[in-house]
């Protein structure tokens, strides 16, 4: 079993809608959460970055943290087609120098 | 102005070959990373380098030797590259409290 799961997709919503990108962990110790935007034949770009439980919006997107359940969500709201993209949830014991673990990722399609 | 810039983007080379690809960032951080993404687009951590000092080093095959000869810069030799090494090498550097910065990648085919 992988230390964080995500479903690979694809992902194929209309324009406009609401999107729910999800990730479970098994590791508890995991205390910082990510979540990272793949353009194709590109490096992920940073979307969000959590500390602990709880929620973080940014524009049209939120990301929340439940730590008792070991999972984590990213909510895109209006999607646009320029959201199309692959998107990878990241986690670390710490925020320093650690290493990050990533998700497989999961390939959204919006369609206008 | 690219924060983190590679170079080759794309390199195809012979099974057996020895090759190198170089990463080089203009933030001033201190740690760098070098990662691994696979055709099934799982991103795995190589090594790490923090102010030229190996901090973490995943279990990798020895063929895969990193260089730092300056905070700036990250290079990955690769000797006798197999076909098992394709895939597309991330490097990366990192910010305390803001995660990862990724450079564009260097797709490697081996054939």
């Known amino acids: 079993q992988k230390e964080v799961e995500q479903d690979p997709g694809p992902l194929s919503v209309p324009e406009g809608a609401i999107v729910s990108l999800n990730c479970t962990y098994s590791n508890s110790a995991f205390q910082y959460f990510m979540w990272y935007r793949q353009y194709s034949r590109k490096g992920p770009e940073l979307l969000m970055y959590?500390?602990?439980?709880g929620n973080k919006e940014d524009g049209r997107f939120t990301a929340q943290v439940d730590k008792s359940s070991k999972y984590i969500s990213l909510f895109i709201r209006d999607s646009q087609p320029s959201d199309s993209a692959t998107y990878l949830c990241a986690m670390s014991l710490s925020g320093g120098y650690q290493k990050v673990t990533f998700g497989t990722g999961t390939k959204l399609q919006v369609i206008p | 102005d690219t924060a983190v810039s590679q170079t080759p983007k794309y390199l195809v080379t012979q099974m057996g070959n020895d090759k190198s690809i170089k990463c080089e960032q203009n933030?001033?951080?201190?740690?760098m990373y070098w990662y691994k993404q696979d055709s099934k687009k799982f991103l795995k951590i190589m090594f790490s380098y923090n102010n030229k000092e190996l901090i973490i080093n995943e279990t990798v095959p020895n063929r895969f030797s990193p260089k730092s000869p300056d905070k700036a810069h990250l290079n990955l030799h690769i000797n006798s590259l197999e076909l098992g090494d394709s895939a597309v090498y991330f490097c990366?550097?990192?910010?305390?409290?803001?995660?990862?910065?990724f450079g564009s990648g260097t797709r490697l085919t081996v054939v």
């Open positions: 959590t500390y602990s439980s």
């Open positions: 933030l001033g951080h201190d740690t």
């Open positions: 990366a550097i990192s910010d305390p409290g803001w995660g990862y910065t």
